[in-house]
């Protein structure tokens, strides 16, 4: 499906500038600009009119339609269909939403994030066209994380590498240091509010083990519901963990910086040989500072070495 809007020259020229690096050459005479992603195509018109094409194309239109307050008219109705009613209601209950970013990436820190989607900021949030948040690019993640965190109440806390490698090396494993983030968030985001929502946390440990991370905590959340792939099932999940990522992401551009290495996400061949090089120029004792030292990557990395 295309979906379509007809803007401004300078609305035109911010949406031009977005997609600059996608840019890509068009033989029709009338199209001003052509950008095309992994996911969606756009095609900026010399009349200022702008069609977005492609798998993801509903997700980037909303985007735009918020970003620009744009009038959109064309919205089609909600299904009448009582099942898909419920299921839209479900998503945007109001409620906190919590969830976890970069514990699956050798570099960079954790972040955990508690975000209440309250009932006067849902129509803002189905604008957003965030229900795919796993989904979205990291370029798009920095635009909705900085909109959502200047509208959405919420508590982010960020677990640097140095303090958890202390913790891991102590015997902390990774879901108990998770659950004492994620109950910290809440809380910190529960004494900002004058209700108490629902709370629903994107389940990565069965409740009961989940509360026996925390047994030695003298102020324990109990009141969670657990949800598997909860960003997909809840609004104020996907919320959290959009603004986690987009928090993930800052201080992972910084670390680049820092660090004189251009970084790599996630955990891959790429990652360890990576590792191995920075090792071999700065010293295992170095990676401290910007990685989680206990993954496999380190060993495999020190693998590497040796075959050189």
Known sequence: MNFVMKLTKNETLKIVKFYRDYASDSKNESVLFFAKTEFVAITVYSSNKVMFQGEDASAEYKMWVAMLNYNDDTSPKKP?????????????????????????????????????????????????????SKKLTDDKILVLGEQLASKITFSLLTLHNEKFNDLTEKGYNLNKLKAYLHNKAILNLLAKLNTEPSVIMDQFAEKNLYFSYLKDEDNVYRDITFKTKGESKHASIAIASIIARYAFLKHFDKMSIDSGFTLLKGASKEVDLLTANIISEKGEQFLRKYAKVNFKTLAKAKDILKDM
Do not use: H, W
């Open 80 to 132: 009448s269909i009582t099942k898909k009613i419920e299921q839209v209601q479900d998503y945007f209950l109001e409620s906190i939403g919590s969830d976890e970013v970069g514990t699956g990436d050798f570099f960079g820190p954790v972040t955990v994030c508690a975000a209440y989607l309250d009932y006067r900021n849902i129509e803002f949030v189905k604008t957003l066209g965030i229900d795919d």
